[in-house]
C-alpha cells in the first residue's frame, strides 16, 4: 500500500552546501531565536485549527480550498527552511518568501477526485507507526547535526552522509505531514529516506 518515492506527490530537496561559514554555525542556535519566534507566533494553534477545518470542509463538502491548502503550503516551506537553517543543511538565513535551497512541493489535490471523503477522520490514526519511527529519526537527525557541527567547526564541510540522512528524514516527516495534517494525498506515505 505504500507509495512509490518517484510518483509520491510530495517532492522535498535541500541543496548540499559543500563549504558552510564556521563562525554562523558556531552560533546558529543564536542566530535563529528571532526566526524561531516568527514560526512560533504563526503556527500557535495553527495546526490543529487549520487541519481540523479542512477535515470536515473534505468530509462534508467534499471540497479542499486552494487558499487554505496554498497558505498551508507556504507555511509548511517556510517551518521546512527554519529547520534546515537549524540543522545545519544551509548558512542562508530563512526567508520568509524565498524558497532558498529548500525546494517543497506538494500537489493540489481534487478533493472530489482524489480525497476519500471519510479517511481524514483516521490519517491521523494511520500515521502513528511513522511517527513513533520518525521519534527515533529525529533523535538520531539532532545527534547527527551535533556531529555535523563539530564536523563544521573543525573542517568548515558538513558531511554529505550525514547530510543525506537528515534531509532524509525531513523528506520523511514532511511526507507524513502532507499526508496525515495537511490532507493533501491519500497515499499512504512510504518507510524511505529517499
Same mark, same amino acid.
Given at each position: 500500500?505504500?507509495?512509490?518515492?518517484?510518483?509520491?506527490? @510530495?517532492?522535498?530537496?535541500?541543496?548540499?552546501?559543500?563549504?558552510?561559514?564556521?563562525?554562523?554555525?558556531?552560533?546558529?542556535?543564536?542566530?535563529?531565536?528571532?526566526? $524561531?519566534?516568527? =514560526?512560533? @507566533? $504563526?503556527?500557535?494553534?495553527?495546526?490543529?485549527?487549520?487541519?481540523?477545518?479542512?477535515?470536515?470542509?473534505?468530509?462534508?463538502?467534499?471540497?479542499?480550498? %486552494?487558499?487554505?491548502?496554498?497558505?498551508?503550503?507556504? =507555511?509548511?516551506?517556510?517551518?521546512?527552511?527554519?529547520?534546515?537553517?537549524?540543522?545545519?543543511?544551509?548558512?542562508?538565513?530563512?526567508?520568509?518568501?524565498?524558497?532558498?535551497?529548500? %525546494? =517543497?512541493?506538494?500537489?493540489?489535490?481534487?478533493?472530489?477526485?482524489? $480525497?476519500?471523503?471519510? $479517511?481524514?477522520? @483516521?490519517?491521523?490514526?494511520?500515521?502513528?507507526?511513522?511517527?513513533?519511527?520518525?521519534?527515533?529519526?529525529?533523535?538520531?537527525?539532532?545527534?547527527?547535526?551535533?556531529?555535523?557541527?563539530?564536523?563544521?567547526?573543525?573542517?568548515?564541510?558538513?558531511?554529505?552522509?550525514?547530510?543525506?540522512?537528515?534531509?532524509?528524514?525531513?523528506?520523511?516527516?514532511?511526507? @507524513?505531514?502532507?499526508?496525515?495534517?495537511?490532507?493533501?494525498?491519500?497515499?499512504?506515505?512510504?518507510?524511505?529516506?529517499?
Amino acid at each position: 500500500m505504500a507509495a512509490d518515492t518517484d510518483t509520491y506527490p @510530495v517532492r522535498f530537496e535541500i541543496d548540499y552546501q559543500a563549504e558552510h561559514d564556521r563562525l554562523t554555525s558556531f552560533f546558529r542556535l543564536l542566530w535563529a531565536i528571532p526566526i $524561531l519566534v516568527i =514560526l512560533c @507566533v $504563526l503556527t500557535s494553534g495553527e495546526g490543529a485549527g487549520i487541519s481540523g477545518a479542512i477535515a470536515l470542509m473534505i468530509t462534508f463538502k467534499r471540497r479542499y480550498p %486552494r487558499w487554505w491548502f496554498d497558505f498551508s503550503l507556504e =507555511l509548511t516551506r517556510f517551518s521546512t527552511r527554519v529547520f534546515a537553517y537549524l540543522f545545519l543543511l544551509t548558512d542562508k538565513y530563512p526567508s520568509t518568501v524565498d524558497k532558498q535551497s529548500v %525546494r =517543497l512541493d506538494i500537489k493540489y489535490p481534487d478533493a472530489g477526485r482524489d $480525497l476519500n471523503r471519510w $479517511l481524514p477522520l @483516521v490519517k491521523w490514526l494511520l500515521a502513528i507507526p511513522h511517527i513513533v519511527i520518525l521519534v527515533f529519526l529525529i533523535v538520531g537527525a539532532l545527534f547527527a547535526s551535533i556531529f555535523a557541527w563539530f564536523a563544521i567547526l573543525f573542517t568548515g564541510r558538513y558531511p554529505k552522509g550525514l547530510f543525506d540522512y537528515v534531509v532524509g528524514v525531513m523528506r520523511w516527516g514532511t511526507r @507524513v505531514n502532507a499526508y496525515a495534517f495537511l490532507l493533501a494525498t491519500d497515499n499512504y506515505p512510504p518507510f524511505s529516506l529517499s
